[in-house]
């Protein structure tokens, strides 16, 4: 019962974290920018963040592959949210594996002062480790969805990111030209090649 009051702002609202996890080509940013339609369409003030490195399709709108896209604030670090949100009811993050681990501070007070913070991002990073504040967000969020693609050699669903090219930097940005959905059977034959 103390964390239920503890989470209810002044006002009476009730802050969530929402995480929308899985591999590329998963429909992560696509379900963010659906969820973040509702919001708007019931009249709730949204902000839509995504880290500034990230500008494969645009350096001001969050785009899905499907390209439907949302307008969206480029920020250098997680504390830049934070800032930026006061008086927001909803605050979306795409591409929420490029930020630190401070991003799980900045959306639990988020969450905690009332708004409703959902996030879209890689849990695994090319090598299948876990990726960035993800893994750590799933854990304190209420509502955890994990989606996946379908696997390009297979049809089976896929939940990993397969890079096709050779290199050992943890981030490397990319489409279909580099990175492919694999199942977990598809992976493990794919990288003991």
């Known amino acids: 019962m103390e964390f239920l009051e ?11 974290v929402e995480v929308i996890a899985g591999s590329m080509f998963s429909g992560k ?29 645009s350096e001001d709108k969050v785009v899905s592959h499907d390209e439907k896209s949302i ?15 006061s008086g927001v009811e909803v605050v979306g993050i795409d591409e929420a594996q490029f930020f630190d681990n401070s991003l799980i501070e900045v959306c639990t007070m988020l969450a905690d002062n ?6 879209a991002g890689l849990d695994m990073d090319f090598s299948g480790r876990p990726f960035g504040p993800i893994p750590a967000l799933m854990a304190v969020a209420e509502y955890v969805s994990k989606v996946h693609a379908i696997c390009v050699r297979c049809g089976n669903l896929a939940n990993y990111s397969h890079r096709k090219i050779k290199s050992d930097k943890v981030v490397v940005l990319g489409e279909k030209d580099i990175y492919e959905p694999l199942c977990r059977s598809c992976y493990i034959k794919a990288v003991n090649r």
């Open 29 to 57: 940013t696509e379900e963010l920018i659906r969820r973040l339609r509702r919001a708007m369409f019931a009249g709730l003030k949204v902000e839509i963040f995504k880290p500034a490195v990230d500008t494969r399709y």
């Open 6 to 16: 503890n989470s209810v702002d002044h006002a009476g609202k009730r802050g969530s």
């Open 114 to 119: 009332g708004t409703r913070v959902i996030v």
């Open 71 to 85: 307008m969206s604030t480029p920020v250098e670090n997680a504390s830049s949210i934070f800032l930026l949100a």
